[in-house]
């Protein structure tokens, strides 16, 4: 058994820091010291690239900036890195959608990944235009990827449903190969959609019993549809060559805090309707109320899984602390749970990605978790992602 690794591109800014922004956060509220220009988010793709890291999620809302555009820009600096992107069924044509990812696929092959961000948050839904509730953008996902879906395989598409109606659709370039679907959702409707259209099923970082419900919960929706679905995980790291180290930095990130800070990044979390983000906020609930919040140990909320990034991030609020050897053994513990791919981060993305690839990344390689990049290909496809990865270290240059 071995598991895909994906690192993450702060598009918003990065920072020593912890920088907030994230699931249920509005435009400008994120922001980092460093500015993630061009040149900066190059220099972590290509290193995650160097480690043979399989893909780089790329964020999408108001909070940072578009991700298409971001990472058309960044295929341009890499050469084997995937990037697993937000289309947003609410804000696009299906067809336009389906086009970009041929397009994406045609001048990058086999370095798309797709992931499906239905819109947790009225409010933001409604900044870019979009009226419905939560319950029917689901169903409208639902109708969006039968579509686009249809329009991949090469069909001629004409669709009538509750929420979209294409006529005569169809592309100009199909992706060969098709690019995966990545899916999550923790409220009641996302269950279905993720188990009829997912490929990979993606959770934010909780502690095993919640993780394992999760697993089991869409394998039983998937089975239902005669599907297999694979399953990843988000999480943030912070790894050392001790324990202690590690420790201290999440300590170092907890004093860089105040309490007005986490009381107003809190107060705008709680007005998410987002069922994850509930589960993220419940996580440090009584230790802010509290204030021992302070102590980073008091966080630990399973071992070496800490909650301290939510106090002040939306979205993914949990990060695997401890020394390399720790934090392999805690990807192994998910691993064993049935998690195939791990969406890794850290403050700063860059330095956080070293520490990762030269300390945790031999751990896992010795383990037999992680060959290196060699498994990213799409079952069936060697064009996917990934192929001709070799060595962890070869150099990586821009493409001509």
């Known amino acids: 058994m071995t598991v895909k690794l994906h690192w993450f591109l702060p598009t918003y800014g990065d920072s020593r820091s912890i920088v907030g922004g994230g699931h249920g956060v509005p435009a400008g ?74 397009t994406f696929a045609k001048h990058a092959p086999g370095r798309l990944l797709v992931n499906i961000v239905t819109g ?22 639902d109708e969006f990827l039968d579509i ?49 259209h997912s490929d990979v099923y993606l959770t934010w970082g909780e502690p095993h019993d919640a993780v394992a419900a999760k697993i089991a919960w869409i394998r039983e929706l998937a089975a239902a549809q005669g599907r297999d679905v694979r399953f990843g995980i988000r999480l943030h790291v912070i790894a050392r060559d001790t324990a202690e ?20 990044a809190q107060e705008g979390l709680a007005r998410s309707e987002s069922v994850g983000q509930a589960a993220m906020r419940e996580l440090h609930a009584a230790h802010r109320a509290d204030g021992s919040w302070r102590d980073p140990h008091t966080l630990e909320i399973a071992p070496n899984l800490w909650a301290g990034v939510g ?10 602390v401890g020394s390399h050897r720790e934090v392999a053994d805690a990807i192994r513990g998910y691993a064993n749970l049935g ?18 690839g030269e300390g945790v990344i031999p751990q896992l390689t010795r383990d037999g978790l992680f060959d290196g990049g060699l498994s990213a290909r799409h079952p069936g496809d060697p064009r996917f992602a990934g192929s001709g990865f070799g060595s962890p270290f070869l150099p990586a ?4």
């Open 148 to 196: 686009v879906t249809a329009l991949w395989r090469g069909e001629t598409v004409t669709y009538a449903g509750e929420h979209l109606t294409v006529e005569n659709a169809a592309l100009p370039t199909v992706p060969l190969p098709a690019p995966p679907i990545y899916f999550g959702g923790s409220s009641q409707p996302a269950g279905p959609v993720a188990a009829r």
């Open 29 to 102: 509220a994120a922001g980092g010291d460093r500015d993630a220009s061009i040149s900066y988010l190059a220099s972590i793709a290509r290193a995650a690239e160097d480690f043979g890291f399989t893909g780089a999620l790329t964020p999408a809302g108001p909070w940072c900036e578009d991700a298409w555009i971001t990472t058309a820009m960044l295929a341009r600096e890499t050469r084997r890195l995937a990037f697993l992107i937000a289309l947003q069924p609410g804000l696009i044509s299906p067809t336009l959608a389906a086009q970009m990812a041929g």
């Open 339 to 356: 998690i195939d791919e791990f969406i890794l981060s850290g403050y700063p993305h860059l330095e956080e990605l070293y520490w990762f």
């Open 245 to 264: 180290q590690a420790w201290a930095e999440a300590g170092r990130l907890l004093d860089a805090l105040d309490d007005d800070v986490v009381a107003k």
């Open 397 to 400: 240059t821009p493409n001509n």
């Open 311 to 320: 106090l002040v991030r939306g979205g993914a609020g949990t990060a695997l």
């Open 120 to 141: 947790g948050e009225t409010s933001t839904q409604r900044a870019y235009g979009d009226q419905l509730d939560k319950v029917a953008r689901y169903a409208r996902t």
